[in-house]
C-alpha cells in the first residue's frame, strides 16, 4: 500500500512537470509565430475594408486610391496598378478610422485657425 502511495505521488509529480514543459512549448511556439500572426493581420487590414465606414476613412481612402492610380503608378501595368491602389486605400481607410478622433480634432483646431480664432478663445453663445 505504501508503494501504491509512492508510485502516485511520483506519477503524479511527474504528470506536473510534463504539464509545465507543454505551457513552456506552447508559449515558445506563441512567440515563434507572432510575426506570422501580425503579418496575416496586416494583411486582412489591406484586402478587407473596414467594417463601418464614416465619411473621413471614405474620403482618405478614395483619395489615396486615386493618387495611386493617377500619380504613382501611373505607367505601371493595369493588374498591378488596382491591386496597390485597393490595397492602399484600405489599409489608409482602417488607420483613419482607428485615428479618426485626433485626426478630428487637429482638423477642428486647423479649421478654428483659418476662421481667425483660436481654439482656446471659442464664445459659447447662450441659446
Known amino acids: 500500500m505504501d508503494e501504491m502511495k509512492k508510485e ?38 489591406i484586402v478587407s475594408k473596414p467594417e463601418k465606414k464614416d465619411l473621413l476613412s471614405a474620403t482618405g481612402g478614395m483619395l489615396a486610391e486615386w ?32 485615428n479618426q478622433g485626433p485626426i478630428y480634432t487637429k482638423l477642428g483646431n486647423f479649421l478654428m485657425k483659418l476662421r481667425g480664432s483660436r481654439p482656446h478663445e471659442r464664445e459659447v453663445n447662450p441659446v
Open 8 to 45: 502516485r505521488m511520483r506519477l503524479k509529480s511527474e504528470r506536473n512537470r510534463l504539464e509545465m514543459e507543454i505551457e513552456n512549448d506552447i508559449d515558445e511556439i506563441k512567440t515563434m509565430f507572432a510575426p506570422v500572426t501580425m503579418a496575416k493581420k496586416g494583411l486582412g487590414k
Open 67 to 98: 493618387m495611386m492610380k493617377k500619380v504613382i503608378l501611373r505607367n505601371a501595368g493595369f493588374v498591378k496598378r488596382w491591386l496597390i491602389s485597393k490595397g492602399t486605400a484600405n489599409l489608409l481607410s482602417h488607420l483613419i478610422h482607428k
